[in-house]
């Protein structure tokens, strides 16, 4: 196999290809910035390879960036551009490859793309324009290629796996018997194509049944009642207020110019457990810790909170409580913020609380929930206090606080929130990270994704990431170039 001529350009568009695409179209940013990345390096495994011609690299990955950029994410919508578009055509240099080799090109160049997007970032840290001063970090959910409709309990799985042995046992005692008649090495042997689907049935339900499983040992409350049998990963997230087969995707986007700098793909419905991982995926990215993140109250558990107080990063993060009141300040003025365990003032001394109405909340004993030690402080003076009703509910009528048994470190922590300056940087937050959700799923229309798998959804996470923080690029580029034109007026 060898590579295609990837300078065709002279051919295609004659004297000049500035007639046929104009000199500032976010096409040639692409094509430029892509250019700088050295990728005709993994060219090399294919120039001295029997076969047809490969297509080069660099032309690929483009094709992939600027179709995710217009919204397109089917290969063969992409195949059709490539024959149709202008832009398409000299990204590609006029080259028109198979939508299969488009797909197998996508699917099996995952960790090409995560170079190339560790690219832009880099290329961004170079123009200034990504300091790692803040960085906001959410979450965004996309639906699955996976019919929610189409589901499957455990016991129903059990059930369809004892059929398909029976009949593969069938078909391989018929097997055996024809052997016997016909001989081993006779073409007769080959399996009909229903058993072959009969066996790929059979392997992916042993998947969905082992991720099942899985999940079932790992649920620490409600355990998972069924899984989908076309994308067994894929898992029932909250996305616009519906309830859908997805996957969700943590990124995490400088303030500067909301470039982002770090992605992680997971199926898991919550944020709780990302806030270390993706400070972590930040350093891997960019080469660096931020020196602030910034997050929702999704990201935040008390156990996240005090492992990350132990690195550089300054973590804001609030608890659900404080970020309820930071997001509407009518709820610090109700009854049940007046009486929640955060307003309850901790003498560290006495290792005891007072509450609002002056008073004492004792330690009552040590317990373990869920492995972890907790601390439980009740109040023995209830009855006759006029705030017994916002204050509890408890039948026996006395307020109780059962905490984390380092729950004094974990206060101290909150405490920043109480500031202005700390109040401030966590309303900046949505500006910085949440514009970029609104770009995939509103202006490029990507609300559902194309490949199935954990794995797929990575990679389709990467090309999205890699062509939002090549518009920024461009932008940039084309705000210093009116800038520079201005100055020379």
């Known amino acids: 196999m060898a590579v295609r001529d990837y300078s065709q350009q002279g051919e295609i568009w004659g004297p000049s290809p500035d007639l046929a695409l104009p000199k500032g179209h976010v096409a040639r940013a692409l094509d430029e910035i892509i250019e700088k990345m050295d990728l005709d390096r993994y060219n090399e495994r294919r120039r001295h390879t029997p076969g047809e011609a490969a297509y080069d690299v660099r032309g690929m990955v483009k094709i992939l960036i600027y179709a995710y950029s217009r919204g397109i994410t089917s290969s063969r ?8 578009n202008i832009a398409f055509q000299f990204l590609a240099r006029g080259h028109c490859p198979d939508f299969r080799t488009i797909a197998l090109f996508r699917r099996n160049n995952r960790d090409l793309l995560r170079f190339v997007f560790g690219k832009t970032v880099e290329l961004a840290r170079e123009m200034g324009i990504v300091r790692l001063g803040l960085v906001a970090i959410d979450g965004v959910k996309l639906t699955a290629n996976a019919s929610p409709g189409r589901k499957m309990t455990k016991a129903e799985i059990e059930e369809e796996l004892r059929k398909l042995d029976a009949y593969l046992g069938e078909v391989e005692s018929s097997d055996r018997c024809e052997d016997g008649a016909y001989g081993a090495d006779q073409r007769g042997d080959e399996l009909p194509a229903e058993i072959q689907q009969a066996q790929l049935r059979k ?12 999940r079932e040992t790992a649920a620490k409350r409600e355990k998972p009642e069924n899984i989908s049998p076309e994308d067994p990963e894929a898992a029932w997230v909250k996305n616009n207020g519906k ?7 943590h990124v995490a986007a400088d303030a500067e110019e909301q470039v982002i700098v770090a992605v992680k793909a997971t199926a898991e419905p919550v944020d709780s457990e990302q806030l270390n991982p993706m400070v972590r995926e930040v350093e891997k990215t960019a080469g660096e810790l931020p020196k602030q993140v910034v997050a929702d109250s999704g990201y935040y558990t008390d156990a996240a909170m005090l492992e990350a107080a132990k690195g550089p990063t300054e973590c804001i993060v609030p608890d659900s409580q404080t970020a309820a009141e930071l997001n509407n300040p009518k709820l610090s003025e109700s009854d049940g913020a007046a009486y929640h365990a955060n307003r309850f003032v901790y003498n560290e001394e006495r290792d005891e609380f007072t509450c609002p109405q ?4 004792r330690l009552l004993r040590n ?4 492995g972890e030690a907790v601390k439980i402080y009740r109040c023995a003076d209830c009855h006759d206090c006029p705030a017994r009703a916002k204050c509890t509910e408890s039948a026996t009528g006395l307020r109780s606080i059962e905490l984390r048994a380092d729950h004094a470190s974990v206060r101290k922590l909150r405490e920043k929130f109480n500031t202005a300056e700390f109040k401030a940087i966590y309303r900046r937050r949505k500006a910085i990270v949440e514009p970029i959700f609104g770009r995939w799923k509103h202006n490029w229309g990507i609300r559902r994704l194309r490949l199935r798998g ?7 996470l990467h090309l999205l990431a890699i062509a939002h923080n090549v518009a920024k690029l461009f932008t940039v580029q084309q705000r210093r170039a009116a800038v520079a034109v201005a100055g020379q007026c």
Do not use: D, H, P, W
């Open 77 to 84: 919508e992409m195949a059709r551009q490539c024959e149709e």
């Open 358 to 361: 002056g008073k004492t909340l």
């Open 454 to 460: 954990l794995a797929g959804f990575s990679l389709e």
């Open 243 to 249: 309830i859908v087969r997805g996957y969700n995707g």
């Open 367 to 370: 317990r373990t929930r869920r």
């Open 203 to 214: 392997e992916k339900l042993e998947k969905a049944y082992e991720i099942l499983r899985a």
